[in-house]
């Protein structure tokens, strides 16, 4: 088992920013890779960025590409995402979710925290 507790969202005016973290308890958090999703009211929950075991590759949805940095610390079993210029599109539920590899479907993801709100006034 792995316990994921997000924390950082909060509210937020366009163009501002944010840095989420995740903190992981029990099994290794270093054996497995990491991913950040999203999911607005009413929406099906959404792939923004994930990071292999070792934090040495990274992946975004596009529309986070250049704003959105994923990052790990394996000594302190966190994850992060700094989130910058942010856009009232962005406005979701962010939850960060363990997987064995790297995957953008959230179905393969094994492990989720309970969910931190993010949202963005224009």
């Known amino acids: 088992q792995v316990q994921l507790v997000e924390s950082g969202g909060g509210f937020v005016q366009a163009g501002g920013s944010l840095r989420l973290s995740c903190a992981a308890s029990?099994?290794?958090?270093?054996?497995?890779?990491m991913g950040w999703f999203r999911q607005a009211p009413g929406k099906e929950r959404k792939f923004v960025a994930a990071i292999t075991l070792s934090g040495g590759s990274t992946y975004y949805v596009d529309s986070v590409k250049g704003r959105f940095t994923i990052s790990r610390d394996n000594d302190k079993n966190t994850l992060y995402l700094q989130m910058n210029s942010l856009k009232p599109e962005d406005t979701a539920v962010y939850y960060c979710?363990?997987?064995?590899?790297?995957?953008?479907?959230?179905?393969?993801?094994?492990?989720w925290g309970q969910g931190t709100q993010v949202t963005v006034s224009s």
């Open positions: 979710g363990a997987a064995r590899q790297v995957y953008s479907d959230y179905e393969y993801y094994d492990y």
């Open positions: 029990g099994r290794s958090f270093s054996n497995y890779a």
